[in-house]
């Protein structure tokens, strides 16, 4: 059951095949038994789950349901629930119980899927391994020694387990694109303004997007119908029209322009993993589409400029944690100073405080200029870069990361190696694109992931070159053995 | 490159964080190696290229001033640490 579609759990539960409470039932199974060992929950939640199923139940009898009606969902625990302990892998918020849903979390509600549970994540989803959490490093369900990418882990984790049928997630660096790379699934981090922010616990707000990670390209646009939306609520919500993005999965692609970045198949692109995108890129063309080659010059310099933008945008969010309205406070604090920072070194972990510093550094008078307006001014280099492939190119295609995921505990010893693992997904958040990871094969055992680029609000040609791919191949479709 | 202990002190003030005396060289190494990587900039020149705030440059929608929240303090105070009579307390400030 757990290796089905979302569209054949639809048949299943339309049919009354199995009610949404006997599936539910069964993810909650699977949790309890094989989550100890993979930690991709935070807190599960099943009696939540189990009265959202027998809700969706009861739409089905009665025949109002919607196409995602009583299917289970897990969401990244830096979506606010509430009433569920919302945490962000933070033992800052050990004890939050969120008192309102976020409106990712609202929409996924309406349409009547049941809440599994929380996902852990990279704590403030500061991390590319999932080894910063407070509730201890998630494993990747293709080799329980290596890590499941980050900061969406869990979530990448919990679907490939066949955990969860889909989960949400969040990208700020490729949160979304690089565990779902690392873990085999498909996810697709949306235009920036696309999903609203509203109760997504911001770390850098210019560059933060929600979306969906799930088994294949069709599965992920169908749980984006329900995500993506304008937000009031979200000051850089976009207000237009949200296309049906499962209308257009089987369009032909003979004759789409794909790019190639030259920068993102060069040294440093490990060769195991360069194969399997070039026999993915092979496979496109084969459907029609014609290969091109295009350039973007300022790669290098997104990793820079994303690690001033982004630390400084969170020294300025994550100042909101000061033990005064909730969060972690310290014991027999002398004063308000004292509380301060004993509250917020006791509360963050090692990352989360380098990444607050480095930031708080970077804005601090007399390195503005060099260092954060410098930073400012390469996003914009970066983006135009991007503009101008565009012009030649409908897609861009590449690898999501230059290897396959590494073993836990190897890159943690040194920030800086970690940061530079993000070179291939960084640009696009500093541009605001859409990007999605796609299964492309397997290297020594481990997945690899084609990374799609596209224009501005091209998520729907993004989902249809993915689908397309995955009508003529079956990587998405291999599961580890403990999803089978 | 790695910073002095002082500046790292002159940070973790800024960032209001305590830092322990023992963990400061450590942090002195890992954000020296921080600030090697932002010279990486230092590579392009950036003359005359306008800073870019966010992707989409659109600008700030505004809303009218109306009241749209509505008072709900007892919730948000349940998850506060210490809260009496409606107020949030915090240590002394003022002798």
Request: one cysteine or more; glycine letters at 8%.
């Amino acid at each position: 059951m757990h290796t089905l579609s979302l569209t054949q759990l639809r048949e299943k539960l339309d049919a009354r095949e199995i009610s949404s409470v006997e599936l539910t039932q069964h993810y909650l199974e699977r949790i309890e038994k094989l989550d100890p060992e993979l930690n991709s929950f935070i807190t599960v939640t099943p009696e939540v789950a189990l009265e959202m199923a027998k809700m969706a139940d009861a739409a089905i009898a009665e025949g109002s349901a919607g196409p995602l009606t009583g299917i289970p969902v897990a969401h990244k625990d830096l979506f606010t629930t509430d009433g569920i302990r919302t945490t962000c892998a933070s033992r800052m918020l050990d004890n939050f119980i969120a008192p309102y849903d976020a409106h990712v979390v609202e929409k996924i509600k309406q349409a009547g899927m049941p809440i599994l549970g929380k996902t852990n994540m990279d704590e403030f989803a500061m991390g590319s391994s999932n080894e910063t959490s407070y509730y201890g490093p998630v494993r990747n369900p293709w080799d329980i020694n290596a890590v499941p990418g980050g900061s969406s882990g869990g979530s990448a984790a919990a679907v490939a387990a066949g955990l969860t049928p889909v989960a949400t997630g969040s990208d700020t660096g490729g949160s979304i694109r690089q565990p779902a790379g690392f873990c085999g699934i498909t996810g697709i981090k949306p235009t920036y303004g696309l999903v609203s922010r509203y109760g997504m616990i911001a770390y850098a707000s210019s560059f933060d997007q929600g979306g969906p990670m799930a088994r294949s390209a069709e599965d992920a646009a169908l749980l984006l119908n329900a995500m993506a939306g304008f937000d009031r609520r979200d000051s850089t919500s976009i207000d237009a029209e949200i296309p049906d993005y499962t209308a257009t999965l089987n369009d032909d692609i003979s004759g789409l322009k794909i790019g190639l970045p030259k920068e993102y198949f060069g040294e440093g692109l490990d060769e195991g993993v360069a194969r399997a995108v070039q026999a993915a890129v092979a496979e496109l063309e084969k459907l029609g589409a014609e290969i091109v080659e295009v350039s973007l010059p300022n790669t290098e310099l997104a990793v820079p400029a994303y690690y001033v933008l982004a630390p400084a945008e969170a020294s300025s969010n994550l100042a909101r944690y000061d033990g005064v309205r909730y969060g972690h406070r310290c014991e027999n604090p002398k004063d308000l100073k004292d509380m301060y920072r004993r509250s917020r070194a006791e509360g963050f972990g090692e990352e989360v405080k380098r990444r607050i510093m480095v930031g708080a550094y970077a804005l601090s008078a007399g390195y503005y200029d060099a260092y954060y307006l410098k930073a400012q001014k390469l996003r914009r280099l970066v983006r135009d870069d991007f503009l101008k492939a565009f012009e030649q190119c409908d897609v861009i295609a590449g690898p999501v990361a230059p290897t396959v995921a590494w073993n836990l505990g190897e890159k943690s010893d040194d920030p800086v190696s970690m940061y530079l693992a993000d070179l291939y997904t960084i640009p696009v958040n500093l541009a605001g694109l859409p990007g999605m990871s796609v299964p492309a094969g397997l290297h020594n055992g481990r997945p690899v992931g084609l990374q799609l680029v596209g224009p501005y609000f091209s998520e729907a040609k993004l989902l249809n070159v993915a689908h397309r791919f995955q009508q003529a191949t079956d990587w998405h479709r291999q599961s580890p053995e403990l999803a089978k | 490159m790695s910073l002095s202990i002082e500046e790292v002190d002159k940070i973790a003030a800024l960032a209001a964080i305590a830092i322990e005396e023992d963990a400061r060289p450590a942090y002195a190494r890992q954000l020296g190696r921080v600030l090697e990587l932002f010279a990486r900039m230092e590579a392009v020149d950036t003359e005359g290229v306008e800073p870019l705030a966010h992707p989409l440059e659109m600008t700030q929608r505004l809303r009218p001033d109306e009241v749209t929240e509505h008072d709900q303090h007892e919730k948000f105070q349940k998850l506060a640490p210490k809260v009496e009579a409606g107020l949030y307390l915090v240590p002394q400030v003022i002798e």
